[in-house]
Each structure stands twice: as structure tokens, then as C-alpha cells.
């Protein structure tokens, strides 16, 4: 059975750092993109980072980058997103995405499993 499970999320000041966690029970995870979204109350949900099958490469949203690191461990199944410098406007639900058959995307359609999402909340 597929599962994403997020973890570290939490409630920090502006500045502050969070590091996010996902971890993955896949048929083959070195065989999957990853990638991370959050989405806010009343918006669609929106693209933070993707890393490719062996994490050789990545995409950023621009709101984020130079602050935020995606990485995976294909031998832990795992994938990890390092928040640094972060914003109130960071604050949202993060989720943990898989692609099977794709390839790095921006696109959240794109994604065939979802985690359960983990709440970032960042005040001023």
C-alpha cells in the first residue's frame, strides 16, 4: 500500500527555521519524483520544490528560493525540506507528493500520491 507520511511541522517566528520530513512506502521510491506543495485556506495549492528520481535535480518555486533545500534519501526512503529565513507568507499546509511515471513538474496534477499534509505556521 502507498503511504506518505509528513512530519516536522510546527509553529515558528519570522526568521526562524523548520525542517519537514516525508516518509515514503513505495513499490520502488528511487523510481518516483518527489516534490512539495502547500496550499492556504481559499487558494489552489501551490509548488515549493521538486527533486528527480536519483536527486541529481531540483525545482524551486521563486518565492522560496535560496531559502529553501529539498533532498532525498533513496536508501531511507525519505525526503526532506529544509525552510530557512522564513516568512509569515510561508504559512500554509505542506504535502509530500509522488510521481510514478513522470518527470519534475511544477504542476500538481502531475502527482499520483499525496501525504496527509503538515501544518507551517510563521508569525511576525
Known amino acids: 500500500q502507498v503511504h506518505l507520511v509528513e512530519s516536522g511541522g510546527g509553529s515558528v517566528q519570522a526568521g526562524d527555521s523548520l525542517s519537514l520530513s516525508c516518509a515514503a512506502s513505495?513499490?520502488?521510491?528511487?523510481?518516483?519524483?518527489m516534490g512539495w506543495f502547500r496550499q492556504t485556506p481559499g487558494k489552489e495549492r501551490e509548488f515549493v520544490a521538486a527533486i528527480s528520481r536519483s536527486g541529481g535535480g531540483t525545482l524551486y518555486a521563486d518565492s522560496v528560493k535560496g531559502r529553501f533545500t529539498m533532498s532525498r534519501d533513496n536508501a531511507k526512503n525519505t525526503v526532506a525540506l529544509q525552510m530557512n529565513s522564513l516568512k509569515p507568507e510561508d504559512t500554509a499546509v505542506y504535502y509530500c507528493a509522488a510521481d510514478r511515471l513522470g518527470y519534475l513538474s511544477r504542476l500538481s496534477r502531475e502527482y499520483d500520491y499525496w501525504g496527509q499534509g503538515t501544518q507551517v505556521t510563521v508569525s511576525a
Open positions: 513505495l513499490d520502488t521510491f528511487i523510481m518516483y519524483t
